[in-house]
C-alpha cells in the first residue's frame, strides 16, 4: 500500500511552527510563524486566519522551510526578510545595519513635531544604519534636508536605497565617516539626532541571542555605555547651529547621565521622554531661549 503524503494545510503548519519555534526558545512563535508564512504566501495574517485550510504547494513549503530553520537558529525575522516596518514606511534592512524598532519611531515622531512649522532645516543624523530617522524624517518634512553619516559603507548604502524608495534621495547626502571626522566643518545642522551605540560593553554577551546577530559595532557603547555620547557632544557646536537643537535615543537607566552630558555642552533646556515600557529612551536638548529650547520645554508624556 502507498503512503499517504502528509498535507500540509495553513493551520497545520502554523501549529507545527509554533511547537516547533517555542522548543528553540523563539520569544514570539506563534507571530513569527505567521509573520513568515505571510510573506511566503503574500497574504495579509487576516488572510491566513480565513484560508486555514488551504493546503501549501511543494515550492511554499520549501521557502517555509528555509525560513523557518533560519528563524530556529534565532536569525530575527526583518533579516530574514530583509525588510522592517518603521512609523507608515518599509525599510531594507542588511546584517549592516540594526533593526529599526517601535521605540526609536517615538524619537522620530517627536522630531517631526518639532520641526513640522520650521521650514528648510538641515538634520544631521550621526549612526544612520538603515537611514530609518532620517529617511523618514526627510520624508515627512518635505523642506528639509539631511545628511546621514555611518562608519559602516554597508550601513550607508542602505540608508541611500532606502531614501531612493522613499524618494527623498535628492534631499539627502551620506558620509562614511567615524562620527564628525568627514563632516565639513563648514555645515551648520539645526538638527542633530543619533540613535548611537549605548549598551555597555560588558553587557554584550549576555544579549538576546537575536540581538548578538546585529553589528556589534551598533550595539558596543563602551565601559559605561556613554562613550559615543560624550563624543557627540564634545564636537557638537562645530556643526550645529547655536539655535539648534540634539535629540538622542538612549539606553535604559541613561536618562540622567545623557541630560548631565548635554547640560555641561551648553544645552540646558533638556527633556527626557519615556518609551512603550516607562523606560526613559529619548534625550531633547537646546539652548535656553531659543525657539527649539522653549520647543523642548513644552514636550508632554503621552
Known sequence: MQEQKTVWTILKILQWTQQYFSSKGVENPRLDAEVLLCAVLDKSRIQLYTNFDEPL????LKQYRGYVARRAAREPV???LG??????????????????????ELLAEQLVNLNKD?????ILDL???SGAIIDSLL???PEARGMGVDISPGAVAVTQENARSLGVEERLETLVSDLYDKVPRKSKFQVLVSNPPYIPAGDLDGLQAEVRLEPRGALDGGRDGLAFY????????DYLDTEGMAAFEIGQGQGEAVAQLCREAGLDCVKVRKDYGDIDRMVFAAKG???????????KER
Open 230 to 237: 560624550r563624543r557627540i557632544l564634545k564636537g557638537l557646536w
Open 139 to 141: 520624508a515627512e518634512l
Open 289 to 299: 531661549g531659543t525657539g527649539y529650547g522653549n520647543a523642548i520645554l513644552e514636550i
Open 78 to 80: 526583518a533579516y530574514i
Open 118 to 122: 520650521r521650514g528648510a532645516v538641515r
Open 57 to 60: 504547494e511543494e515550492a511554499e
Open 83 to 104: 525588510h522592517k516596518g518603521f512609523l507608515r514606511y518599509d525599510f531594507k534592512v542588511t546584517r549592516d545595519t540594526l533593526i529599526p524598532r517601535p521605540e526609536t
Open 127 to 129: 549612526g544612520c544604519g
